[in-house]
């Protein structure tokens, strides 16, 4: 390609100069030859140019194959172009899957598809011919388009995504989006439930074709479901088609189903919600048969304890990560945490049903004794720690990151004896300050209706829970001796301190909290700070200042006024001083209410 520009350039070069200096011009008179001089026509021109188009147009050819075949070998040589091409399709995979149970995002697959063969032409190769990438079936798939992702998908099992729009996010009087996509949709794929591997289902109480006929149809290969109703859906009395051998996963919102006539085992994953569940034996049955469990989730369930067994079954489950026990009637939480036996937890959240009166409250604690090791693993990402203390109710919630807790355990309460024993078993069990590999860097407490009897100052809740920042008091009876403890100066040899030194948010919402107590509280705990440095030392003795306060929130103190307020913010040397006039609140953790 250089030799050939070189030979046109050289080209171009004699033409012009035999225009401007004559033959027999020597080079240091440059004497002009005027005929040679005249200028050309508008047609000598023209086909002048006409003469170089043919070497230009080659030119440009040549140089635009030298440039593609120069990217394909520098792409040849990208790292994911080196790996072989089992990875990188299984990569694909995890891209355009990773969403599989659970509702799809608004781009959808074949987007993605689109989006991946646009990268270069190796990947376009790649992506048109593997079937497994073109095995997910979405309702939000064009109807004339359907039969062609079905044709490349070839023999691959089939991912079903069938979501219907909610009718309460769709404005009245209007058509639902996809609705008669959804129909065609199922009735297209229904013939091909064989080769389903992973179904997600949502759809109406009333559908056509049938939410139970959807379900009872035999799917030999399902390895993965996900099935919600919108609704309270009808009893699916043969589940699967009465078998589900390869079923790894399963997940059920608002479903009810026969249980009785279908055998799970080999699970990894059941997630049960919103709907009846399996009898306590059946659960019992199921997780005998499931040694691979990984995740239990049940939420708002009512397993019949009426066949519990006489005597509880040890169940060992050595993959057991995540055990989610919520809002359940407390004798069936109790009797599963009794049978399971594992080693680690990374998620453990026990929440029994607090409106369940109908039997008595077994003891929540002896259940968990077998558990505690595993439950001190869960702590090992611990950052944030929050206790809510109510009437007749313990919440303690250790957080890993924001909405993410790692540990919650609820338990109801009868009064000061049963509030003191519970407190201090979680206190003997649960050593929070050194369970945290990390170091928990925030805890929150709120108490919430306390019975007037109740000593604040004597529960040890304060000394539990490590680098206490937020404090919440919804109840005026314990205020006074519990303003007294937290003023109160500790000295550890020659170090002085206050309890809850990092405490930044306080909020006294209980009223009629007294306005004298408040102000003792501002006083002996802020009033002396010194503006600059928070440690004060002399020859004998360091003084160290609690941190600065944030928010004082004293929506529940009687008789206070502007005045008042001002006078308790020059105190406390805090900026915001939320007041009953306020229009705004703040909860223990900084959020609005």
């Known amino acids: 390609m250089k030799a050939a520009l070189k030979t046109a350039i050289n080209n171009a070069v004699g033409i012009l100069s035999k225009s401007f200096y004559s033959e027999n011009g020597s080079r240091d008179e440059y004497v002009l030859d005027q005929a040679a001089c005249a200028p050309l026509s508008v047609t000598g021109a023209q086909d002048t140019i006409k003469a170089l188009e043919p070497t230009r147009a080659t030119l440009e050819t040549s140089m ?34 990773s969403d599989a149970l659970c509702p799809p995002t608004t781009t959808t697959h074949l987007a993605r598809l689109k989006r991946l063969a646009s990268v270069f032409s190796v990947w376009r190769s790649l992506v048109s011919g593997t079937p497994s990438l073109w095995a997910v079936l979405e309702s939000t798939c064009p109807p004339a388009f359907l039969p062609t992702v079905i044709r490349k998908a070839k023999g691959s099992l089939l991912n079903i995504r069938c979501l219907w729009t909610d009718p309460r996010l769709v404005t009245r009087n209007k058509p639902i989006p996809h609705e008669k996509n959804v129909t065609a949709f199922l009735h297209a794929v229904l013939p091909l439930a064989q080769r389903w591997g992973t179904l997600y289902l949502n759809i109406p109480l009333s559908f056509d074709p049938p939410l139970e006929q959807v379900l009872e149809t035999h799917m030999p290969n399902l390895r993965r479901a996900s099935v919600r109703c919108i609704g309270y859906g009808p009893l699916v009395t043969n589940p699967f088609g009465g078998a589900a051998p390869q079923l790894k996963e399963l997940s059920v919102h608002q479903v009810p189903i026969n249980w009785a006539s279908v055998e799970l085992k080999g699970l990894s994953v059941l997630v049960l919600m919103f709907c009846p569940v399996p009898s306590i034996s059946h659960l019992f049955a199921i997780l005998e048969r499931s040694p691979g469990l990984e995740v239990l989730e049940l ?42 036996h594992t080693s680690r937890f990374e998620t453990i959240l026990i929440a029994p049903d607090p409106c369940d009166e109908r039997t ?51 338990a109801r309460i009868d009064g000061p004896p049963d509030l003191q024993n519970h407190l201090t078993w979680l206190q003997r069990n649960l050593d929070l300050k050194t369970l945290s590999a990390s170091g928990i860097n925030e805890g929150s407490i709120s108490l919430v209706e306390l019975v007037n009897r109740v000593d604040l100052t004597r529960l040890p809740i304060f000394e539990w829970i490590p680098n206490i920042t937020e404090l919440s008091v919804l109840n005026s009876s314990g205020a006074p001796k519990l303003i007294h403890h937290l003023t109160e100066r500790v000295r550890d040899g020659n170090k002085v301190e206050w309890r809850c030194p990092r405490l930044r948010k306080v909020a006294f919402c209980g009223f009629p909290t007294a306005r004298q107590d408040v102000f003792e509280f501002a006083r002996r705990r802020y009033g002396d700070r010194p503006k600059g440095d928070a440690v004060n030392q002399d020859a004998e003795t360091t003084i160290h200042w609690p941190d600065k306060l944030e928010l004082l929130d004293i929506t529940g103190v009687s008789d206070m006024d502007y005045r008042t307020n001002e006078e308790l913010k020059d105190i406390v040397g805090c900026e915001l001083i939320v007041t009953v006039e306020d229009d705004y609140y703040y909860s223990p953790t900084g959020e609005e209410w």
């Open 64 to 97: 635009k194959a030298r440039i593609i075949q120069a990217r394909k070998r520098r792409n040849a040589f990208l790292p994911i172009n080196r790996l072989p091409v089992e990875v990188v399709v299984e990569i694909f995979h995890i891209v355009l899957y």
């Open 299 to 340: 939420n708002l369930v009512d397993p019949d304890i009426t066949d519990a067994p006489s005597t509880i079954p040890s169940i060992v489950l050595p993959h057991l990560k995540d055990l989610s026990l919520r809002n359940i009637n407390r004798q069936a939480t109790s009797l599963l945490l009794q049978s399971i």
């Open 360 to 410: 008595p409250f077994p003891d929540i604690n002896s259940s968990l004794e077998h558990l505690l090791p595993a439950m001190k693993c869960a702590f090992n990402e611990a950052k944030t720690v929050d206790l809510t203390i109510l009437g007749s109710e313990v919440n303690l919630t250790v957080n890993r990151g924001p909405d993410d807790p790692c540990v919650k355990l609820c």
